[in-house]
């Protein structure tokens, strides 16, 4: 299923003609980021031995290199939607690492269409960033590049 037939509008009898607008602008800018961040995600260069490794925690040692990718990773493929600091079209991800367990942040990376239905957290997410999380392909070895960033920030 590509990302423009994952479209839910259902959404949008809840908001007044300007929050529709802006909602449909913000799922279509989702889109189009993540088409070029497949595109854009394949020429990383990252060790795929990374995705036999146990899952670092958040006191880990980083690990430098592998965090420079992510942050490759993150700028083409997630800035769109989320920033440290501000929610935008997603939420805020400053303190992500200590509110959720890795497992739960690598279930919303590469499943988020099944956590939407599974877990509550998301849902209530949901609620208050209605457009939906694309499922944008990322694969384990660039969530591990993804997630060594997100721990050295």
Do not use: N
Not at 41 to 47: A, F, G, H, M, P
């Amino acid at each position: 299923m590509s990302a423009w037939d994952r479209l839910d509008i259902r959404f949008l009898p809840r908001y007044s003609g300007f929050m529709k607008i802006r909602s449909a602008m913000c799922w279509l800018t989702c889109a189009f980021t993540t088409t070029l961040a497949l595109t854009a995600c394949e020429s990383v260069d990252i060790d795929p031995s990374v995705a036999e490794r146990p899952l670092p925690r958040a006191g880990d040692p980083v690990d430098a290199e592998l965090a420079a990718a992510g942050e490759t990773v993150f700028l083409r493929s997630c800035v769109a939607c989320h920033d440290w600091e501000k929610p935008l079209v997603g939420p805020a991800l400053a303190g992500v690492t200590e509110r959720r367990s890795p497992e739960w942040i690598r279930s919303m990376v590469l499943s988020p269409d099944s956590m939407l239905v599974t877990d509550s957290v998301v849902r209530t997410l949901h609620g208050d960033y209605p457009v939906p999380m694309p499922d944008l392909q990322i694969g384990e070895v660039r969530f591990r590049a993804i997630w060594e960033y997100m721990r050295s920030r």
